[in-house]
């Protein structure tokens, strides 16, 4: 697919057909970001890809708004970076996600970003399991010092998502000549 268009296509995709994922997919997509800069060369994100879905449906409750699309995904790849590698593992590891996003439209695949950061498993209860704990409870492979950043939920999208808006960049550019 022309690089335009894979830039364009992407939407983030809540509702998908079920269909599983393909591993072949998933690999050919992770491979091809790990390419992704990263301060100082630090290469501190890591990604985990789980296609096993009874286990990347738990996901799903990972907070109690914006994640229940994890429950009907085909698969779903997990957002680490080691904070003992780079100092900047928050943004290196949203570089590889959005780098990881276009990669996966290119393969014919729909995915979501859920973001897991500092967030609680429940919005209103400060007092909540932090979600963070929450994926590493369920995945006990999650290496000690990974932080968790985001889950990216991916599958087939059941719907045609709207194009994005043609062209903002009166409003969003600053140009000076
Ligand atoms: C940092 C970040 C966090 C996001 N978190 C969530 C989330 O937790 N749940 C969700 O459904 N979408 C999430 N999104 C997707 C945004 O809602 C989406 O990108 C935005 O509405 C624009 O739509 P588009 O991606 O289709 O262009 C997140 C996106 C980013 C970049």
């Known amino acids: 697919m022309e690089f335009k268009d894979v830039m364009k296509k992407r939407r ?21 970001v790990l390419r992704a800069p990263s301060s100082k060369n630090t290469r501190s994100t890591r990604l985990m890809a789980v296609t096993d879905l009874k286990r990347a449906q ?7 708004y914006g994640s229940s699309l994890l429950e009907e995904a085909g698969a779903a790849i997990i957002i680490l970076g080691d904070e003992e590698a780079s100092p900047m593992w928050q943004t ?3 570089i590889m996600a959005s780098y990881l996003q276009l990669a ?7 995915s979501c ?13 400060p007092n909540s399991q932090r979600s963070e704990d929450y994926v590493k409870e369920l995945f ?9 950043w985001s889950v990216i939920g991916v599958g087939y999208a059941d719907y045609t998502p709207k194009p994005l808006p043609e062209y903002e960049g009166p409003e969003r550019i600053i140009f000076i000549e």
């Open 104 to 110: 996966l439209v290119d393969e014919g695949l729909a």
């Open 140 to 148: 006990p492979e999650i290496p000690a010092n990974y932080r968790v």
């Open 92 to 94: 290196n590891a949203t």
């Open 12 to 32: 983030s995709t809540r509702r998908y057909t079920g269909q599983p994922v393909e591993k072949e997919k998933l690999m050919r997509a992770m491979e091809l």
């Open 113 to 125: 970003w859920v973001h897991v950061g500092d967030y609680r498993t429940l919005q209103d209860d």
């Open 58 to 64: 738990k996901l799903g409750k990972l907070r109690d």
